[in-house]
């Protein structure tokens, strides 16, 4: 695959976890930050979240979405930064430009698809925002986006208040999208030599995973089937977590030929009756069977019913936490890698899909605005021309 480059005026979460994926592909990802300005702290935010693992700018949280990448400084708000940005996308020869600013902001920063198509007709632009260009000014933060568009409402006890997901799935799923879209747009520009707008809604896009309970309400469907169910699923019974004699197991039953795999278990045979044969059947006893089946897996080991189900070839698992994923021997080896100033290495998440050729090491993130000087030399910028805007405020 060729080697493209990406210059993308990031922050926070959603668009660097896309440009992360095209890190991982070997492309060049520049990544555009703000000069300093007043009493705030230079540079994208989530440069200061976190524990101090390095440096005051390159804080815990920053560093896994950001590794590999390239860092620069420009102020976008002045006219000469708006010319420099122009001159890089030209010199650098950029393929894709990305930005998740608020779509108010896209024609004072001059990062606008027109203004920059206009510079080079087939780059591919791509922009993160809460609800899209229509809602120009809505700031899009993972936290309110899941309680907006209902995935709080469908997660936690059913008895207890709604919650957030465990991870901020709604900025990964944006930066997803960002990733998907603009590898199709690059395969249509191969074909047609144009460019193209790619804007992706945090809301839309996360509204585009709710397959199995928005279309339940045009089917008259029962309020429970569409609100929290705690660890059970609300269709295949008994899908649940249920308690062993030193921890707990979760075990889902998607069939009735499972079922009968399950129930042929001789710990598990009391759980068995003719109207429990069917799915059907099972809805209408849902609570007495998750009562039953504790029943049968508190008076065991996590090991002696995962045993039994192994050999039954019924889906289970104990509930891992995250050291232990970490050291699952189906994960073990793919997980990606960077090296820390000090020479510490530090593991961080696989790649999503094995791509052939693909680094699993990758640099550490770059301080803020690290690599200014060195990108603006590639562009033709000579040391009098880096001062001068140096000393102007229009670059750091």
């Known amino acids: 695959m060729k080697r493209r480059t990406v210059l993308s005026m990031e ?8 440009t992360l994926r095209f890190v991982q592909l070997g492309w060049r990802v520049i990544r555009v930050e703000s000069t300093p300005a007043g009493a705030g702290l230079p540079g994208d935010p989530n440069r200061y979240i976190g524990s101090r693992v390095a440096d005051d700018d390159r804080r815990s949280y920053f560093v896994a979405p950001n590794v590999g990448k390239e860092a620069i400084a420009l102020n976008l708000k002045d006219e000469r930064g708006r010319q420099v940005l122009q001159r890089l996308i030209r010199e650098l020869d950029v393929d894709v430009f990305c930005c998740n600013t608020v779509p108010s902001r896209y024609r004072a920063l001059g990062i606008d698809y027109e203004t920059l198509s206009a ?5 591919v632009w791509a922009g993160i925002s809460a609800m899209g260009p229509a809602y120009p000014d809505a700031p899009g933060y993972d936290p309110v986006m899941q309680a907006m568009v209902g995935y709080m409402e469908v997660t936690g006890d059913p008895n207890g208040p709604p919650m957030l997901a465990g991870i901020p799935v709604i900025d990964l799923k944006a930066g997803d999208e960002v990733y998907a879209n603009v590898l199709a747009a690059l395969l249509e520009r191969h074909e047609t030599g144009r460019g193209t707008r790619i804007d992706v809604s945090m809301l839309q896009a996360a509204a585009s995973w709710l397959t199995t309970v928005l279309p339940l309400v045009d089917f008259g469907c029962r309020p429970d089937e569409i609100t929290r169910a705690g660890n059970e699923h609300r269709k295949f019974i008994p899908t ?8 707990y197991v979760f075990l889902a039953i998607g069939s009735d030929v499972q079922w009968r795999r399950l129930t042929a278990i001789p710990k598990f045979a009391p759980v068995a009756s003719e109207g429990r044969a069917t799915n059907e059947g099972r809805h209408r006893e849902r609570e007495a069977i998750h009562r039953d089946m504790a029943a049968v897996t508190r008076a065991h080991t996590a090991d002696e019913i995962l045993a039994d189900l192994r050999a039954a070839t019924i889906p289970a698992t104990r509930i891992l936490d995250i050291r232990q994923v970490r050291e699952l021997p189906q994960l073990r080896d793919k997980l990606t890698r960077t090296t820390m100033p000090d020479g510490r290495v530090v593991h961080m998440q696989p790649m999503a899909v094995d791509v052939a ?3 699993p090491e990758l640099s550490f993130p770059p301080r803020y605005g690290a690599d200014t000087t060195r990108v603006l030399g590639e562009a033709g910028y000579s040391g009098d021309e880096l001062q001068a805007l140096r000393g102007a405020g229009v670059i750091a």
């Open 119 to 123: 510079v080079k007709p087939d780059l």
């Open 357 to 359: 050729g693909a680094r």
């Open 11 to 18: 922050q926070a979460l959603s668009l660097p976890s896309a």
């Open 240 to 247: 649940n977590v249920y308690p062993t004699s030193d921890g």
